[in-house]
């Protein structure tokens, strides 16, 4: 059974860091094979794209939103994403999930929600202003 765990989340304070992990097990999950993405979804609105980063060495891709403020990288010996976000605003306050795919097209950042092979619970990341 694939589990996708994410922690590091919580409380900070507008302009802190904070870093996100997404663990992946299971006796099957070849995790260097998959696509990671992460996601967010404030209270009240949609689920929205963060950030993806790609099957085996890892090309990244970013949403507007976030780019140059996160940097998601993977650690295929240790199954583990990683997402490093800088310069928090009270705006990235949300439930953030990471998904798993193995999409291995040109599409592969722009996979769809239904179509993730896996999630995780999510974890809350809350920002003060």
């Known amino acids: 059974q694939v589990q996708l765990v994410e922690s590091g989340g919580g409380l900070v304070q507008a302009g802190g860091s904070l870093r996100l992990s997404c663990a992946a097990s299971?006796?099957?999950?070849?995790?260097?094979?998959?696509?990671i993405h992460w996601f967010r979804q404030a209270p009240g609105k949609e689920r929205d794209f963060v950030a993806a980063?790609?099957?085996?060495?890892?090309?990244?891709y970013y949403a507007d939103s976030v780019k140059g403020r996160f940097t998601i990288s993977r650690d295929n010996a240790k199954s583990t994403v990683y997402l490093q976000m800088n310069s928090l605003k009270p705006e990235d306050t949300a439930v953030y999930y990471c998904?798993?795919?193995?999409?291995?097209?040109?599409?592969?950042?722009?996979?769809?929600?239904?179509?993730?092979?896996?999630w995780g619970k999510g974890i809350l990341v809350t920002i003060s202003s």
């Open positions: 998904a798993a795919d193995r999409n291995y097209g040109s599409s592969w950042s722009r996979t769809p929600e239904g179509n993730m092979s896996y």
């Open positions: 299971g006796r099957t999950f070849t995790f260097s094979s998959y696509n």
């Open positions: 980063i790609r099957w085996g060495v890892g090309s990244t």
